[in-house]
């Protein structure tokens, strides 16, 4: 996810198994001269060697006429035998006790070598892109370990694409500009690589609007980009498959919401059974909901929040929650321990990072961190003080989501209302990371030996 580096590390890419003398290539191996002594000494077919050009290391050099023999040929080429008795391509001899010492073959046959890992750009690349209501993000990635994968590029654009939607039921003008030029720079980091395979999502702005279809069409000429509208239950499978690996082992139950731009989705999972490699295999019963923070902000007001403001927002997205059929499915988990909360959106990961104090956003920090119930209270309690220009200071916020953060407090107040919890898990990854864990299993490169094919 991430974004994130979350596959195996650049370092591994192209490391091989080889002992040093094999791997070392074009740059000789760095062994001590007096490691090299000791290994000619005790290989009987270097016994001649001391009287041959090789300095002794034991301070046991010979004298008189000897001694000016071997000074005059000091300057000399020579040549080191393999264990075959071949001579190779001739280096010089070393003249200081700085220069690079000759390589000495071991008198032990050598290990073959291991299958050296294929190199980065050998491995397959998939991309995904989720164009939201309020942002426009894109994630290129290779695999890596069984499960995992390495971002190689990625890109995120707040284009606020459903501005103004909850009055006109259409995307505005401006606000399709926006995301056509932010697409545009998304096909050109895609058709300057090799794709194996991609997916490219629209979800509520254009599903919900009524020139949705019609907008999408522009995308497709002017950014060459032909993306797909999801329906609700896929985007909140996708949020699912994207956060399994911030679900941990002994975990019971989970909640997990993703508090979008023009809507929020709920899952419930279930984890009291046998657990599947896929998470999303353990929803149990999943919601909707037709409100996040752009919609929520432009009905009640994003920039002055008051208490009460705020309270309404709550009991606006509780009203919703009480319609939803299946929020009991995980009753009888609510009260153990091994169950909590995970959320994945903006909202919660502003929120991280204020509790953090971090002077600049910092993913590595704010993803898979744990909150308690007391400290997300302190959190909301900090935001609904400050004023508008408070909450724009904040690098954590920025002007970009100074109006809207409260608004998604709201909706995170009324998810736990309902799903009261002790933990609150921060997860900084999606939709896009849900796509690309599927395209990859799916395509099986993890089906051997947990690396890309």
Not at 3 to 18: C, L, Q
Not at 27 to 44: L, W
Not at 54 to 70: I, L, N, S, V, W
Not at 233 to 245: D, N, P
Request: aromatic share 4%; glycine share 10%; hydrophobic share 40%.
């Amino acid at each position: 996810m991430e974004d994130h580096d979350t596959g195996a590390g650049a370092s591994a890419v192209g490391m091989s198994g080889a002992s040093p003398a094999q791997s070392a290539g074009p740059h000789p191996a760095r062994f001590s001269r007096h490691a090299g002594a000791h290994q000619r000494h005790a290989d009987p077919r270097h016994a001649g060697q001391r009287q041959t050009g090789q300095a002794d290391q034991h301070g046991d050099q010979p004298k008189g006429k000897t001694r000016k023999r071997r000074k005059r040929k000091r300057g000399r080429k020579v040549f080191a035998r393999d264990v075959n008795g071949a001579v190779p391509n001739a280096a010089p001899a070393a003249t200081t006790a700085a220069s690079q010492p000759q390589s000495v073959p071991s008198p032990v046959e050598p290990r073959p070598a291991a299958p050296q890992r294929p190199p980065q750009q050998e491995l397959p690349v998939f991309a995904a892109l989720d164009l939201g209501t309020n942002n426009c993000r894109l994630l290129v990635a290779v695999p890596g370990r069984h499960g995992q994968f390495r971002v190689i590029d990625a890109f995120s654009r707040i284009v606020r694409l459903g501005e103004g939607l909850t009055a006109s039921g259409r995307l505005g003008q401006a606000a399709m500009d926006r995301a056509v030029e932010a697409l545009k720079i998304c096909g050109e980091k895609l058709r300057n690589r090799k794709i194996r395979k991609a997916r490219l999502i629209a979800t509520e702005a254009c599903r919900s609007a009524a020139n949705g279809v019609e907008f999408l069409d522009r995308v497709e000429r002017e950014a060459g980009l032909k993306l797909e509208i999801i329906d609700r239950q896929t985007e909140a499978r996708l949020a699912v498959s994207g956060c399994g690996s911030l679900v941990e082992r002994d975990t019971q139950g989970v909640v997990l919401f993703d508090i979008g731009g023009g809507s929020s989705e709920i899952a419930l999972i279930d984890l009291t059974g046998r657990r599947s490699p896929r998470l999303a295999n353990h929803i149990v019963s999943w919601t909707s909901l037709p409100v996040g923070v752009v919609s929520l902000a432009e009905r009640f007001g994003g920039r002055t929040v008051t208490r009460e403001t705020f309270a309404a927002m709550v009991d606006d997205v509780a009203t919703r929650l009480k319609a939803f059929d299946g929020r009991d499915r995980l009753a009888h988990v609510l009260a153990s321990p091994n169950f909590h909360l995970l959320g994945t959106s903006g909202t919660v990961t502003t929120l991280a990072g204020v509790h953090l104090d971090l002077e600049r956003y910092d993913r590595r920090r704010v993803d898979g961190l744990w909150m308690d119930r007391d400290s997300v209270d302190r959190m909301i309690e900090r935001l609904i003080g400050w004023d508008f220009q408070q909450r724009c200071a904040n690098p954590c916020i920025g002007a970009d989501r100074a109006d809207l953060v409260l608004a998604g407090c709201a909706i995170l107040e009324a998810i736990r209302g309902v799903w009261p919890s002790e933990r609150l898990r921060v997860a900084d990854r999606g939709l896009r990371e849900g796509i690309l864990s599927e395209l990859m299993a799916d395509d099986g490169v993890w089906r051997n030996d947990g690396r890309g094919r």
